[in-house]
């Protein structure tokens, strides 16, 4: 039973650890699924904020160029070379003389009639087919007074100039002109890049034509190696999209996900490594609290074996042997199996234990011990009750009287027997004879003392023939 209690409290102690070690594991999963994500809820809010900030410069940027346009072209000084000069090539000269003082970042002018035809411009003339057709486009607006909806400038492929253009009424001649001018679209480039604060992509693309490129921070579309438009994959990382006010464009920030992975790397590395000192710990504690619940089982082990069991011949005691009596008793209660004992005294003891010493009848008691261990059975109880008095409490004896009886006079006769051979101790050869009692455990309310009562009646009946048989 001691030895039951003793596994079930490492048991308990092993659970108990290991609960812990899942607890802790659980708080180190818990704490890395919560940096990352408030990894991730900062990230989303600086790609967010990375976004609006590029939105408002590269919009500040067109509102710049907006503003300065509108100002020219509702100016009717600054148109009236129209009417000084009749040939292209000086009215050309003038006016971008002019314009490059207010537009340094101009790339090509020109001004068209409300028709949407160019009157005059640059020098080389870079009016593509797209640009007129915008042009035409902003001349049917103007011809239809629509003017809050002016054309929103966008990104021309034209080779070696990729441009975007900015178009506005102009007063010449007494008639509304279209003032047109065209600006690199390098500039909207150095917009993505001239405040970035985050290790994420970012995208200018055009709204009415989802995924397409504008600009990338790496350059304009012209000297992109990919593909114009974004994959599936890459309109998925799209954590941040911030339209461009006045325009066609938005700002997309993507989330990379190396920034994230490192992240993530980094913090299990942090955690395997907490992990890793918490584990020496715990392996030190477990192995140290295993060491002492067995050096504590081990001992409680021993103090019940000493509080149970006799000292010099580690037989049961009489304590054990009342706790045993009780599994007897509810044997016959619940099975009806009959239990007896049998009352052992060595006959001529004391004479040898007198003569010989004390060291000598000590180890006659042992040798006694050990063949009383020997012939008795699994289930049966060999007790140390006095000097040399033993008591053998014998369980399973049937359901029957006298099948009982009958087994439990074999077995007096069985323990007589080997009890008779010499015992050789040293140089001595000695005889240590029993004579027994026995009684039968008949009916429920017995007591052990009223058993070993009767039982001890018996055996000095028996020790009296064995004097008188002398």
């Known amino acids: 039973m001691q030895r039951l209690e003793s596994r079930n409290l490492n048991v308990l102690f092993s659970v108990t650890m290991v609960l812990v070690m899942v607890l802790v594991i659980v708080m180190l999963v818990w704490r890395v699924q919560g940096s990352v994500k408030q990894f991730d809820d900062f990230q989303n809010q600086m790609m967010q904020k990375q976004a609006q900030v590029t939105a408002t410069d590269i919009s500040e940027l067109v509102a710049s160029i907006r503003n300065r346009m509108v100002a020219i072209s509702l100016d009717d000084f600054f148109l009236k070379d129209f009417e000084e000069f009749k040939s292209v090539e000086p009215l050309q000269e003038a006016l971008q003389a002019r314009l490059k003082n207010y537009f340094p970042e101009m790339f090509a002018f020109s001004i068209a009639d409300k028709h949407g035809e160019p009157l005059a411009g640059d020098v080389n003339m870079l009016v593509g087919d797209i640009c007129r057709a915008d042009l035409q486009h902003t001349a049917d607006l103007l011809d239809q007074k629509k003017t809050d909806e002016l054309y929103e400038p966008w990104i021309h492929p034209q080779p070696d100039g990729y441009h975007f253009d900015m178009m506005f009424p102009a007063r010449a001649f007494g008639e509304t002109l279209v003032f047109f001018m065209s600006f690199k679209a390098d500039l909207l480039?150095?917009?993505?890049?001239?405040?970035?604060?985050?290790?994420?992509?970012?995208?200018?693309?055009?709204?009415?034509?989802?995924?397409l490129i504008e600009v990338a921070q790496q350059g304009v579309r012209n000297t992109l190696t990919r593909d114009f438009y974004l994959t599936e994959l890459e309109?998925?990382?799209?954590?941040?999209?911030?339209?461009?006010?006045?325009?066609?464009?938005?700002?997309?920030?993507?989330?990379n996900p190396a920034v994230r992975s490192e992240f993530i790397d980094e913090n299990i590395q942090d955690t395997l490594m907490l992990f890793s000192v918490f584990a020496v710990f715990w392996s030190l504690l477990f192995l140290f609290g295993l060491y002492e619940e067995n050096r504590k089982g081990r001992l409680m082990s021993y103090l019940h074996h000493l509080s149970s069991h006799d000292a010099l011949t580690e037989l049961a005691n009489r304590r054990f042997l009342y706790s045993a009596f009780k599994e007897s008793l509810s044997n016959k209660r619940f099975a009806g199996?009959?239990?007896?004992?049998?009352?052992?005294?060595?006959?001529?003891?004391?004479?040898?234990?007198?003569e010989y010493g004390h060291e000598v009848g000590d180890e006659l008691l042992k040798l006694v011990a050990k063949r009383l261990l020997a012939c008795s059975r699994q289930h049966d109880v060999v007790a140390r009750v006095g000097g040399d008095e033993f008591v053998v409490l014998l369980n399973h004896l049937g359901q029957e009287k006298e099948q009982a009886l009958h087994a439990l006079n074999e077995a007096k006769t069985r323990f007589s027997l080997h009890l008779e051979p010499e015992y050789n101790i040293n140089t001595l050869h000695l005889n240590?004879?029993?004579?027994?009692?026995?009684?039968?455990?008949?009916d429920e309310s017995s007591s052990l003392d009223a058993l070993l009562k009767e039982a001890d009646e018996k055996m000095y009946e028996a020790k009296v023939r064995f004097k008188q048989a002398r």
Do not use: C, M
């Open 189 to 211: 480039q150095n917009a993505l890049n001239q405040k970035v604060f985050t290790e994420h992509t970012i995208y200018l693309l055009r709204v009415d034509k989802p995924g």
């Open 235 to 255: 309109q998925a990382l799209i954590s941040a999209r911030v339209p461009v006010d006045g325009t066609r464009w938005e700002v997309a920030v993507l989330a």
């Open 432 to 442: 240590a004879q029993a004579s027994i009692g026995l009684a039968l455990l008949e």
């Open 337 to 354: 199996e009959l239990a007896g004992l049998l009352y052992l005294d060595l006959n001529d003891f004391k004479p040898i234990n007198d």
